[in-house]
């Protein structure tokens, strides 16, 4: 570990073993944690654009929550688009988006907006559209939680430390509690922070990020009917937080038309529901994240594969934003049936239909739902 500040004789020593070695000597900022958090923040402001993918975890003794937060910042417009999702949930709950003069919000799953007209600079409308802790900490040289425990920058450790094959140089905080933000040597881009504030440590690193993409895949809107009353931000927190009921309850009932549906295949290509036509049709909805979800749709799938003639089609339909999470959860395993995967997109399949856990299974004849069930001992007597 390098001491902060070190007198001009460690400097001198410490340049000297370095050159001994054939390694370059660590630059400024990696040893004077001030400096190192200048050099964060400077850099952060000088993108003009930023798509990351953030996992968030909690703990407080045995309890754990994972969330997702994808955030798309317009770094020199201030604007603001974040979709948050928990863990093993099949799309997106909660969509904020911060235009640089108002703050819209949007409950997924009940499509109600709500919305507050103030203007903020872009740190705090990071905090207010839910991004977490590690991208405001980018722009203002801590997170949020560090901010409140009071914690100063203390000391950096050796550069070169790998989070996600990123090597990074680890900065400790101390005060009223301890943290570490772990900043990319290259780009000067956090990766990861951890912080502990009483029973609670939040832990966030960077699943997916680009710096300056020639365009964000994003919206920096929220429309809303013309004339309609939207509710403030607190209004609708306090509504939204209520008990919606069991999910069956809002599935669609049998005999009412399926929604159709754009999805991927594992080979990029389009498909769209409607192309079951008049036909019968298995859907079979997982999870990559979810072990048991993938387990039941491939347990139906040995039983769709064993029947000649094949009875009906089969649609695995699988969430997230592409193939990679899907192939891995199937460990080399290829279902005989089609596999597609549906995005998180406001039209996705399992939006459309109201699914936010899996496995579920639909039966469909010629684009209308004839059953839905999560047993897939049901489903597979469809198949009879």
């Given at each position: 570990?390098?001491?902060?500040?070190?007198?001009?004789?460690?400097?001198?020593?410490?340049?000297?073993?370095?050159?001994?070695?054939?390694?370059?000597?660590?630059?400024?900022?990696?040893?004077?944690?001030?400096?190192?958090?200048?050099?964060m923040?400077?850099?952060?402001?000088?993108?003009?654009?930023l798509?990351?993918?953030?996992?968030?975890?909690?703990?407080?003794?045995?309890?754990?929550?994972?969330?997702?937060?994808?955030?798309?910042?317009?770094v020199a417009?201030?604007?603001?688009r974040?979709?948050?999702?928990d863990?093993?949930?099949?799309?997106?709950?909660?969509?904020?988006?911060?235009?640089g003069?108002?703050?819209?919000?949007?409950?997924?799953?009940?499509?109600?907006?709500?919305?507050?007209?103030?203007?903020?600079?872009?740190?705090d409308?990071?905090?207010?559209?839910?991004?977490?802790?590690?991208?405001?900490?980018?722009?203002?040289?801590?997170?949020?939680?560090?901010?409140?425990?009071?914690?100063?920058?203390s000391?950096?450790?050796?550069?070169?430390?790998?989070?996600a094959?990123?090597?990074?140089?680890?900065?400790?905080?101390?005060?009223?509690?301890?943290?570490?933000?772990?900043i990319?040597?290259?780009?000067?881009?956090?990766?990861?922070?951890?912080?502990?504030?009483?029973?609670?440590?939040?832990?966030?690193?960077?699943?997916?990020?680009?710096?300056?993409?020639?365009?964000?895949?994003?919206e920096?809107?929220?429309?809303?009917?013309?004339?309609?009353?939207?509710?403030?931000?607190?209004?609708?927190?306090?509504?939204?937080?209520?008990?919606?009921?069991?999910?069956?309850?809002?599935?669609?009932?049998p005999?009412?038309?399926?929604?159709?549906?754009?999805?991927?295949?594992?080979?990029?290509?389009?498909?769209?529901?409607?192309?079951?036509?008049?036909?019968?049709?298995i859907?079979?909805?997982?999870?990559?994240?979810?072990?048991?979800?993938?387990?039941?749709?491939?347990?139906?799938?040995?039983?769709?594969?064993?029947?000649?003639?094949?009875p009906?089609?089969?649609?695995?339909?699988?969430?997230?934003?592409?193939?990679?999470?899907?192939?891995?959860?199937?460990?080399?395993?290829?279902?005989?049936?089609?596999?597609?995967?549906a995005?998180?997109?406001?039209?996705?399949?399992?939006?459309?239909?109201?699914?936010?856990?899996?496995?579920?299974?639909?039966?469909?004849?010629d684009?209308?739902?004839?059953?839905?069930?999560?047993?897939?001992?049901?489903?597979?007597?469809?198949?009879r």
């Amino acid at each position: 570990m390098i001491v902060a500040l070190p007198s001009l004789r460690v400097s001198a020593l410490l340049l000297l073993a370095a050159l001994a070695l054939g390694a370059a000597p660590p630059s400024p900022q990696q040893r004077d944690p001030a400096l190192l958090v200048r050099a964060m923040t400077d850099a952060a402001g000088k993108h003009r654009r930023l798509h990351a993918l953030v996992r968030h975890e909690t703990r407080e003794g045995e309890r754990r929550t994972v969330r997702f937060f994808e955030s798309f910042v317009d770094v020199a417009g201030g604007r603001v688009r974040t979709l948050q999702r928990d863990f093993g949930r099949a799309t997106p709950h909660l969509l904020s988006v911060y235009d640089g003069e108002r703050l819209r919000q949007q409950q997924l799953e009940l499509g109600e907006v709500a919305e507050m007209v103030r203007a903020w600079p872009l740190v705090d409308a990071l905090k207010v559209v839910t991004a977490g802790e590690l991208l405001p900490a980018a722009f203002a040289g801590r997170p949020p939680l560090f901010a409140v425990a009071g914690l100063e920058p203390s000391r950096c450790d050796a550069p070169g430390e790998p989070v996600a094959g990123v090597g990074c140089t680890k900065l400790t905080f101390v005060g009223n509690s301890v943290g570490a933000l772990w900043i990319a040597d290259g780009d000067l881009f956090p990766r990861r922070l951890v912080v502990t504030v009483g029973a609670l440590t939040v832990t966030e690193e960077v699943v997916e990020l680009e710096l300056d993409p020639a365009e964000l895949a994003a919206e920096f809107t929220l429309p809303v009917p013309e004339g309609r009353r939207l509710r403030s931000v607190a209004e609708a927190r306090a509504e939204w937080s209520r008990d919606l009921g069991p999910e069956e309850s809002r599935w669609l009932q049998p005999e009412e038309d399926s929604p159709d549906f754009a999805a991927v295949d594992l080979a990029a290509r389009l498909r769209l529901l409607s192309e079951t036509g008049e036909q019968e049709a298995i859907l079979a909805f997982l999870h990559p994240e979810v072990p048991e979800s993938v387990e039941r749709a491939l347990e139906l799938d040995v039983a769709w594969a064993a029947r000649s003639p094949r009875p009906m089609q089969l649609w695995h339909v699988a969430a997230g934003r592409g193939p990679e999470p899907v192939r891995a959860a199937l460990g080399g395993r290829t279902p005989a049936g089609e596999l597609v995967v549906a995005g998180e997109h406001a039209k996705n399949a399992f939006q459309q239909f109201g699914f936010w856990k899996t496995p579920v299974f639909v039966r469909l004849l010629d684009m209308q739902v004839m059953a839905t069930t999560r047993d897939v001992a049901v489903a597979i007597d469809w198949l009879r």
